[in-house]
């Protein structure tokens, strides 16, 4: 059985004038697996993805909790209320 993964891009958050997380799903044969939080750098020496981590769908929240519920709820709030709905940003 071929093992088909897909990572699907989530979104980009720029760091600095070189630099910029990104956040993205991984999908292996159709199956949401985790997620994964990359650096992508643009130098002229290197272009791509340096380091990240990887965190298992089942340790989302293990891993949510980290930023405590303070800090969660702040980045809820901050979201407009004339956002598109997930599915579609």
């Known amino acids: 059985m071929p093992n088909d993964s ?4 989530l979104g980009r958050i720029r760091t600095t004038d070189k ?9 292996r044969n159709g199956q949401l697996q985790g997620y994964s939080l990359n650096k992508y750098v643009t130098t002229p020496e290197y272009t791509g993805f340096g380091k990240g981590v990887f965190v298992p769908d089942e340790k989302l929240i293990d891993f949510l909790v980290l930023f405590g519920a303070e800090n969660l709820e702040y980045a809820l709030d901050q979201i407009p209320e004339d956002s598109p709905p997930e599915s579609e940003r």
């Open 6 to 9: 897909e990572f699907r891009e």
């Open 19 to 27: 630099s910029e997380v990104v956040l993205s799903e991984l999908h």
